[in-house]
């Protein structure tokens, strides 16, 4: 590895990288018809949609450090437990 040669990028790759970020940013396109029909006839494995459902609940339940936050009918909870600014019930000390 220390053998390798530092190069700079040409004008033409930095610019490719300007507009490269200057693009926005999209979800790319709709299912076909096709793809959207082939999506809804598989049926689900009950093992699987049971776990899936323990899992959500047991995120939900989740508590502690690492916590995602999770948006409330008060607010947004931050990962500490503290409210976000968006919370009109938080005080303005």
Same mark, same amino acid.
């Given at each position: 590895?220390? /053998?390798?040669? $530092?190069?700079?990028?040409?004008? %033409?790759?930095?610019? #490719?990288? !300007?507009? @490269?970020?200057?693009?926005?940013? /999209?979800?790319? $396109?709709?299912?076909?018809?096709? %793809?959207?029909?082939? #999506?809804? !006839?598989? @049926?689900?494995?009950?093992?699987?949609?049971?776990?899936?459902?323990?899992?959500?609940?047991?995120?939900?339940?989740?508590?502690?450090?690492?916590?995602?936050?999770?948006?409330?009918?008060?607010?947004?909870?931050?990962?500490?437990?503290?409210?976000?600014?968006?919370?009109?019930?938080?005080?303005?000390?």
């Amino acid at each position: 590895m220390g /053998d390798r040669k $530092r190069t700079r990028p040409s004008s %033409e790759t930095r610019e #490719a990288e !300007r507009r @490269e970020a200057r693009a926005a940013a /999209d979800a790319g $396109r709709e299912p076909t018809v096709e %793809e959207e029909d082939a #999506a809804h !006839r598989d @049926e689900l494995d009950e093992d699987v949609a049971e776990h899936y459902e323990e899992m959500t609940e047991r995120g939900a339940e989740q508590r502690g450090e690492g916590r995602v936050p999770w948006p409330t009918s008060q607010g947004v909870l931050s990962v500490s437990g503290v409210r976000s600014q968006s919370d009109p019930r938080q005080s303005a000390s």
